[in-house]
């Protein structure tokens, strides 16, 4: 058994991170919550917006929850357009063409990920951070109310991991729903809300800000990370002991 | 409907493809002039048809159906293989590479020795006959493979399953020809893979298997959109994917029992024609599936009149010329890979 004893509560309206060291659980977590795994593998039952999940339809459930995955396949004859354009496939009829609004929630996506200068060209010819940013475009061409991600940073470069956060910032602020899987402790702590994970347990859950999620933080990394206030943001630094004996690597003094 | 702005990647790929379509069917009747010219007695039949009857039967009975037949061969496999390529993910999957016409052919060998019927049967029950039980050969087959490999998510287990079926399945084949030695010259032909025994008749079937797979394949196209961001993401979008895979697993076994029944064992069309498609032009799967039916269509027939004008007034095996021409495209295309890397 992967998960064990999980009784969460997403607030809607907010942005969540799920952090924990590898094999905590996270990923799996993530896809119970988008009801990505087979019934038989879940015992329990998942909630969205008040309604069991299991019971919504499959094309209405993917209009309220998107979802995007980590290493998602290799869509690599398609043109970043046309992988844009696959977000919007749970609102269009079947065999009709995109509408009018499936062009504009595409191009929007595109231009919020700073991915529309290439729309033309196939995945192949992208490097793995512009891969990552027409991926996202995918997932907010969905329009979901709900936005599940695994690992949404993966390849991309400080700046345009700036740019995430924003995008995500901006996304929770006009009421929608962000649920992301981090590594990167630092950014996961920008989030509204924080849920902290070890052995597929939920070992905490609480605000960004509180003291009591820093100190699970801590806790859970073996205090090998340290929470810290810095320029007005939480940050985890790396809990470095510094070697001021014969023991290190001797330098060159000039 | 709503139109697309032509300024839209949409729109520029959508008239690509027209473009595209319109050569490949060009190509389809310039070569259908040369598959009716191509034999012993030359352009001449053709010139002398509408007075000469003998002219007309060569040209009627004999050139057109073969080559009308080996274009709806090659159209079939081009669309099986998109299929199969897109179903599985993998650019090396054929029909071949996953034990279908394998299949197609033990049940095809079942059928001649059961009934004692012959590709060269004139009957419409012989001939419906041997599309059935190579259908069924395909999709069990197809089936069994798949079994083996406990679905699609791993390609390496999946491609041995698909060897170790085409194997098994090879040896029950030669297993029924020993049983019945007087459907041996039968299965030589069909083995080599041939057009000679394709008359209006086989035109008819794969006709009626091309347009029933193309229009499944096509209304099915957006799951292999879907399946390309794997296969978390394209459940997330809402697509049911298991009828639509098993919707599109029947159109591959049903265009590959169709076209092996038929003709025999024609190797690399279905494996090169979507890479041919790729390398011209690249679009979502609805017109990919497409392309690659016409592209394996011209292939097929384009060989078909080269195995019959090589050694005039002999002929090749055409499944034999495209084994060789494939084998060398698919080297051709890993020296081409290998020399790219290398330069990364």
């Known amino acids: 058994m992967i998960l064990q004893g999980i009784d969460l509560q997403l607030p809607a309206g907010r942005w969540t991170s799920i952090v924990g060291p590898n094999g905590a659980g996270k990923c799996t977590l993530l896809k119970v919550l988008a009801g990505l795994l087979p019934r038989a593998a879940v015992q329990g039952e998942v909630q969205l917006l008040g309604r069991p999940l299991a019971q919504i339809p499959a094309r209405e459930r993917a209009r309220q929850l998107a979802w995007l995955g980590q290493n998602e396949g290799s869509a690599d004859d398609l043109t970043s357009y046309d992988v844009a354009m696959l977000g919007r496939l749970p609102h269009q009829p079947w065999l009709a063409p995109p509408s009018a609004a499936d062009h504009a929630a595409v191009e929007q996506a595109l231009r919020t990920t700073q991915a529309w200068d290439w729309r033309h060209r196939p995945l192949s010819q992208l490097s793995g951070g512009e891969r990552q940013r027409v991926l996202l475009a995918r997932a907010l061409a969905v329009q979901a109310q709900v936005l599940l991600m695994d690992e949404p940073l993966a390849n991309l470069d400080p700046p345009h991991q700036t740019d995430w956060l924003h995008t995500m910032r901006a996304l929770v602020d006009a009421g929608g729903t962000v649920v992301s899987v981090l590594h990167e402790v630092s950014l996961a702590l920008q989030a509204d809300d924080m849920v902290v994970m070890a052995q597929g347990r939920v070992l905490h859950q609480g605000a960004c800000d509180a003291p009591a999620t820093h100190a699970a933080l801590e806790s859970v990394f073996d205090h090998r990370i340290h929470v810290r206030h810095l320029d007005g943001m939480w940050m985890a630094l790396p809990s470095l002991q510094r070697k001021n004996n014969n023991q290190g690597i001797k330098g060159v003094e000039s | ?344």
């Open chain 2, 1 to 344: 409907m709503t139109s697309v702005p032509m300024d839209l990647p949409t729109g520029s790929a959508t008239r690509r493809a027209a473009w595209r379509a319109a050569w490949l069917l060009l190509a389809s009747a310039v070569l259908t002039v040369c598959g009716a010219s191509v034999g012993s007695t030359g352009f001449d039949s053709v010139l002398r048809m509408h007075g000469d009857p003998v002219a007309w039967q060569i040209v009627w009975d004999i050139r057109l159906p073969r080559t009308l037949g080996a274009w709806l061969a090659g159209a079939l496999l081009g669309l099986s293989g998109a299929v199969a390529q897109g179903l599985f993910r993998n650019p090396l999957a054929d029909p071949y590479l996953l034990g279908s016409a394998s299949g197609a052919a033990l049940g095809g060998a079942v059928a001649m020795a059961m009934f004692g019927v012959s590709p060269v049967a004139a009957q419409w029950m012989a001939r419906i006959g041997i599309t059935g039980m190579a259908f069924l050969g395909a999709a069990g087959a197809v089936v069994l493979t798949l079994i083996l490999a406990r679905g699609v998510q791993h390609t390496l287990r999946l491609l041995l399953a698909g060897v170790i079926v085409g194997v098994v399945l090879g040896a029950l084949r030669d297993l029924v020809e020993l049983a019945s030695p007087d459907i041996l010259q039968a299965m030589q032909a069909f083995v080599l893979g041939s057009t000679a025994f394709v008359g209006w008749m086989a035109c008819g079937l794969m006709a009626v298997a091309w347009g029933l797979c193309s229009v499944v394949a096509w209304m099915l196209a957006r799951a292999l959109d879907g399946l390309t961001l794997g296969e978390a993401t394209a459940a997330s979008l809402g697509l049911p994917l298991l009828p639509m895979r098993a919707g599109l697993v029947a159109a591959m076994a049903l265009a590959t029992g169709a076209a092996v029944a038929q003709t025999g064992l024609i190797a690399f069309v279905g494996l090169a024609a979507p890479h041919l498609v790729r390398s011209i032009v690249r679009v979502t799967h609805e017109r990919h599936i497409v392309l690659s039916s016409l592209m394996g269509a011209v292939l097929l027939m384009a060989a078909d009149i080269l195995a019959r004008w090589l050694l005039a007034p002999q002929e090749l095996p055409v499944g034999v010329l495209t084994a060789a021409l494939g084998g060398t495209y698919l080297l051709w295309l890993m020296h081409r890979r290998t020399a790219q890397c290398g330069a990364l």
